[in-house]
């Protein structure tokens, strides 16, 4: 995989409706914009804050404690503003219940339930040796995608390679659920095809917030719409800009995809090595048209 320098390292893709820093939505500072992707335990300009304002016998609970207490203090505990009304994500009026606990709000959690089920229009596509790729999307050496979303939420999901190369795959039963951990470059769930099974390795570390049913009722929906309809989670990362560095994006993605098809082809022979510079059609179920190959052999080269 490629290794990238994190020194100035920037999320691409990123997309919010509002990108104003918490701590100026609480009214605490004047101006400061989130150039975090509201990563708020790995951000530099939070821990200041809260170190600056613990030294003024606000109590420190852990990250985004600084911007919760103080709208505590500055609201009426009778009259105390939704956040999401705050923010401006919501513009009808509502009180807060939960005394800015919002971990533990039912409310809270429809709104992201809502707007992590909500897939994001259609991203224009590349192509690599016959394979799509979607722009804008981190890709993961296993052949699963990142994709960045408002509020710094990741979308996961497989690539085409990997699904034209296991055409029949189908989750297996161990899906994950909401509050699963899943670790970086460790095994987080599996696909399962013809009684064979192959263990994915994750692209990033967090906590799964949102998980795909409509793909776990209908597997053929992520072989079908990889990148769009079928996602399979959305999480929530605990160091997304550590995490992204050394996935690949843009020209660095294409370049890869072009050199995962060479191997392929070169796992069926000699005479199939200069297959990939054609232009052709991959088959959408290479393991089912070449099962001589060996199912762990698949594995072994493309899923780390």
Known sequence: MKKSNTKGFKVKGFQVVENECIWMKAGIVNFHICDNAYDCNDCKFDKAMTIALSKKDITRAGAGAGWSVTLKEKYDGSSRPCRHVITG???????CTHNYECHDCAFDQMLD????????PQSEFLK??????????????????????????????????IMRLF?????????????????????GW????????AKITSPLTGTIISVNQRVKENPNIMHTDPYQNGW??????DSPKKDLADLYFGEESTSWMDQESGKLMKLMGPEYENLAATGGEPVKDFFGFNPEI??????NTFLK
């Open 89 to 95: 994500r919501i513009q009808q009026p509502k009180i």
């Open 113 to 120: 339930n809502i707007e992590t089920s909500e897939a994001r």
């Open 128 to 161: 690599a040796s016959g394979y799509d790729l979607a722009k804008d999307y981190y890709y993961h050496d296993g052949h699963t995608w990142v994709r960045v979303e408002h509020g710094g939420m990741a979308r996961i999901g497989f690539d085409d390679f």
């Open 167 to 187: 055409g029949k795959a189908e989750l297996s039963k161990n899906l994950l659920t909401l509050g699963s951990r899943i670790n970086k470059g460790e095994a």
């Open 190 to 197: 599996s696909i399962i095809q013809n009684n064979n099974e």
């Open 232 to 237: 399979l989670y959305i999480v929530e990362p």
């Open 294 to 299: 060996g199912w762990d052999k698949l594995v």
